[in-house]
């Protein structure tokens, strides 16, 4: 794992996408494995030469599923590329995308970021006319609306029906036999990206992985828009008049990678800015200010910078806990915190800490954090959050478990300072998100419970059973 929270919040997947650059399959490589931290459970590549459609997929890490041998195997000047973490539609090799669908209009290859909010509907009304369902992933949901008409119009037109379609927080990419159609969301829940690379184009849902082949950043895709790669080069449309910039905090808080820049705004200056805010918001007594690492790195580094209280390195994280370390119930959960990170002793005995960590949403890991701290000899723990209190689940592709597993939907932070052992505990307002984005508009509903889609009863009864 690379975000820390340790199993308590996780992404659902990442995308990449290249058109018109030779060694297509190669350079996704590069990229997925840029965005490795947005899913380690699967991942997979589908390359297009001539028509011709070759994929390599498996249920892994990029590393573990891609060689030098089997890249060689999918030639082409297009590819795309997925990372997956399991939430809807559950693990297994069938949900690991990119998708290929054969068609008698022509073949295409799919992969998708988020989650749509009225699949259950849309699945009910597909299947009455006729659809049959490989898989129970968005993507193929997507396949068949843009497939229904079975018309000769242009492939476009289908897409921007399709699209207008969907309800809920997605970054698609369609790849044909000739063209890479990048899709984004109405909300703008999701990221988006586009590179330039030797002529070419690459789309990701994090910038990072475009400097880990070079390529220049161009621009980002804009919420309801669709933008078409094909050699004579780059087209857009607004497949909606419906256009927001709620891109998901969390993004910004815990999922992305510090290097990306996410609507013109660098993760880690974020992060550090809030860090900044929690201060002025929070101030608190104590010799050293400490970060859980990686993703709170930041943002106690913007705490420590603010209050002049020195930064340091009280908690070191185990590089080497793998993927295996993944378990699922809260026991387990709670003794795997220990062999994913440790308290340097020498560092916190006899300190008063602040503690900053990015999001409290179980409260596992803050109180064997905690814990941790106080049998290192900590004399007093001031826990800071820098992120508001997490009391709404997300239907929009993370999964911030249900109401019942969020410690803070039906607890005050009083209740929650002591259930963690904090001698004080304090979190982020919202507004100060906006403030350390420099914006306006953002998704805060698993904070606030202002869900900005319409959503379903399906969704509500999905979450209330404990699918969410
Ligand atoms: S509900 Fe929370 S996690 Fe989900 S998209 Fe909105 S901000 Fe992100």
Redesign the pocket.
Known sequence: MINTSYDDLHEECGVFGIFGVNDAANLTYYGLHALQHRGQEGCGIVAVHERNFKRIKGEGLVTEIFNEKNLATIQGSAAIGHVRYSTTGGGGIENVQPFIFRHNTGDFALAHNGNLVNSNELSRYLQNRGSLFQSTSDSELLAHLIKKEHDASARIYNIIDALNMLEG?FAFLIMTGSRLYACRDKYG?RPLSIGKLNGGYVVSSETCAFDVIGAQFLRDVNPGEVVVFEQSGMTSYDYSQFKHHQL????FIYFARPDSDLEGCNVHTFRKESGKLLYEESPAEADIVIGVPDSSMSAAIGYAEASGIPYEMGLIKNKYVGRTFIQPSQELREKGVRMKLSAVRSIVHNKRVVMIDDSLVRGTTSRRIVTLLREAGATAIHVRIASPPIT?P?????D?STYDELMSAHKSTEHVRQLIGADSLSFLSEQALFTAGNRTQ??????TGN?PTTLYQSIRDANRDGKF
């Open positions: 927080a829940l998901c905090a969390m993004e709404h997300c239907f929009y592709g993370v911030t953002l998704c805060l509903a698993c904070f869900y």
